[in-house]
Each structure stands twice: as C-alpha cells, then as structure tokens.
C-alpha cells in the first residue's frame, strides 16, 4: 500500500491516499475559556453550512502546508480578532459520514489570549457558562469530547464518529493517560 500524500483543492489541505480514492478534510476546533466560560460560535451566516443553526468552537480547515498550529492560530484570529497566548492539543476527532466528506479534527482548548473580540461572518460569537453548554443545539458527537472538557478533564483522546444524515449511529473513544499510553 502507498503512503498517503497530501495534495490541496481550492485552498484546502487535504489527505488523499490515490488506491482507495479516499479524501479527508483536516481541520482545527478550539474552545477558548474566560470566566468559566466558553466562546461559541452560532453558525447562522454561511450559505450551505453543515453546521447551520449550531453551537461549535471556533476554527477551520487546513490551508496547504500549514500545521495543526498555524491553522488554529490563523482561524482563530481571523473569527475573532483573539490572539491566543497559551492552547493545548486536546483531541483528534474522525468524523465518518455518509453525506460529507471524512474529516480529521485537531480540537484545542485556550485560556490565554489578547485582542478585541470581531463581528465573525460565519456565525455570532457568544460566552456561554460551561453549565448551559449541554443545553445548546449541539452535534451529538460534539457533546462526547466537550463533557469531559467542561468537566475539567486533560487527558489527551481520539474519538471515532460515524454520522448517518444527522443521527450519529456509531463512536468509540479511546483516552490516553499523560504519557499517551493507552
């Protein structure tokens, strides 16, 4: 079998592995906490958005050659007008489905940063209490990786998510403690 290679489509960075004409979506999502609380993002201003009408950190996907790093910095900047002074790689997140293409998420969470909060043009930004978080209009899968974030939890995760249309039918989670060990 060949090593994957990567190759970019219209400014995206993508995975592709040509014998199986598989294609993945890379991405970064960061929930950036103030005051016991987390900035959200309603999405509610793109056209064909699979998130519309959602709550989601901020982020995005991958432009060609960047690093988890570099995308999360620049997304996150480009959003909100923040710049984050200290994150953390939290997660990996496969998303599987049969209406969207594969997706690799880099999740982070941030305390530290600088700047004025922006208009974003994807979505209205609010700080929500970590407490009202499960109330919200979440992707099932979503509320698999945020209750042990909003429960204070720092092990690093990977979590494996198989949506149906909407309906997530399948996931499995695998922790690791600080040495990365499962």
């Known amino acids: 079998m060949k090593a994957p290679f990567r190759k970019s489509l219209k400014g995206v960075s993508q995975t592709a592995d040509k014998e199986r004409n598989i294609m993945a979506i890379c991405t ?3 929930y950036i ?3 016991d609380q987390y900035l959200m993002l309603l999405r509610n201003k793109k056209e064909n958005d699979l998130n519309e009408g959602k709550w989601i950190g901020v982020g995005g996907k991958f432009l060609t050659d960047e690093t988890p790093d570099e995308c999360l910095l620049r997304e996150v900047a480009e959003e909100t007008g923040l710049i984050l002074d200290r994150f953390a790689l939290r997660g990996i997140v496969t998303f599987l489905s049969d209406k969207w293409e594969t997706e690799y998420m880099f999740l ?3 305390d530290r940063f600088h700047g004025d909060l922006k208009t974003c043009n994807e ?3 609010h700080w929500i209490p970590k407490t009202k978080i499960p109330d919200l209009n979440l ?3 979503d509320v698999l990786f945020l209750r042990p974030l909003i429960e204070g939890k720092k ?3 990977q979590l494996k998510v198989r949506y149906e249309g909407d309906a997530l039918v399948e996931h499995q989670m695998t922790v690791y403690e600080e040495n990365r060990e499962k």
């Open 28 to 30: 970064t999502l960061c």
């Open 33 to 35: 906490e103030k005051d």
């Open 108 to 110: 982070y969470t941030a």
């Open 123 to 125: 979505g209205e930004l």
């Open 139 to 141: 992707w099932e899968g």
């Open 155 to 157: 092990e690093f995760f």
